[in-house]
């Protein structure tokens, strides 16, 4: 596919210096970054029968700008931000996750006010690099995120049994989860069991995989406390739950099929015991129809928001 644009009712503005003034911010005023971050209305934090809905936006950072069949549908920042910025619009969005160049924008759009903020760590393994495995913590520290006021970090933990890569990989990312528990923040861990094929990277997502990728995935870092899964849904998500006792959100990953299809496997996954909520983005920032709006609206009916009747 080809990207679609954004429906109408969906655009912010088409002129192409909208975006300008970030430019000149970051030219005079760097310091406009901390100052907006410190200034930023937090959001209450997570909490038991509250789903939680998060925008992904790190993809970019690590050449990874395709969705579906066009290679550099991600490739316009001005785009990308338009539509991070009509989905945080959304009062049922808690919060985004993103690289440090997209959360810097976003803090300076006063996008992210009430949010809950998740930085994306290792950005190192670029998709399709002759060593993507050896995937190297390039983004957020975790004593960034805490002068941000974020309220955690993600990790990438690909497990690939035939790189000697990987022990490299899964060392840097229990010291991570360490960090970020000193600091009281939550390490969103997203594992795969990788494979390669002709050259390139694949992650297995048969169930048996990912249940082992979980595994591996919980035991790293010397406390769990503060650990979350950001899991694929997959077959037989019954026995995926069952794997681990830690709060789990969803990830939406490349968009295949219908995108009725893609929300009816969420919604099944969803109502499954530990499910915390999603982490998606490009099949909700890029959806088949271009209608952002409607696309986050429907992936925010399928949440279980039971607290909400009682604040």
């Known amino acids: 596919m080809t990207l679609t644009p954004l429906a109408p009712s969906n655009a912010l503005n088409d002129d192409p210096r909208r975006y300008e003034h970030l430019s000149t911010i970051r030219l005079q ?35 990874a700008l395709a969705v579906g069949s066009d290679p550099v549908a991600m490739a316009d920042r001005r785009q990308l931000l338009d539509r991070l910025q009509i989905a945080l619009a959304n009062p049922h969005v808690d919060g985004v996750l993103a690289s440090p160049d997209i959360m810097d924008d976003l803090l300076l759009l006063g996008a992210l006010e009430g949010k809950l903020v998740f930085g994306s760590m290792n950005r190192g393994g670029l998709a399709g690099l002759v060593n993507e495995i050896d995937d190297r913590f390039t983004g ?14 993600k990790m990438l933990t690909r497990i690939c049994l ?37 050259g390139r990277v694949r992650n297995d997502l048969s169930t048996d995989a990912v249940i082992k990728s979980i595994a591996i995935a919980e035991g790293l870092g010397s406390t769990s406390a503060y650990t979350w899964m950001k899991l694929p849904v997959v077959a037989d998500m019954e026995r995926v739950m069952a794997a681990t006792t830690m709060p789990t959100v969803l990830l939406g990953g ?3 099929g219908t995108q009725d299809e893609v929300f009816a496997t969420w919604e099944a996954a969803l109502a499954l015991p530990g499910v915390q909520g999603l982490t998606v983005g490009r099949t909700l920032l890029y959806p088949q129809d271009g209608d952002v709006t409607g696309a986050v609206a429907t992936a925010a009916s399928l949440l279980d928001r039971r607290s909400e009747a009682t604040e």
């Open 29 to 63: 005023d760097p310091g406009a970054v901390a100052r907006a971050a410190k200034a930023r209305r937090r959001h209450p934090g997570p909490k038991y029968g509250k789903q939680n809905f998060i925008v992904a936006a790190d993809h970019p950072a690590r050449g």
């Open 140 to 153: 957020h520290t975790a004593a960034a995120l805490e002068a941000l006021g974020a309220d955690g970090g």
């Open 162 to 198: 035939g790189d000697p890569d990987t022990v490299a990989t899964l060392e840097a990312t229990a010291r991570a989860i360490d960090s970020l528990a000193e600091r009281k923040l939550i390490a969103m861990v997203e594992p795969f069991l990788s494979v390669r094929e002709n």
């Open 254 to 256: 490349d968009p295949a």
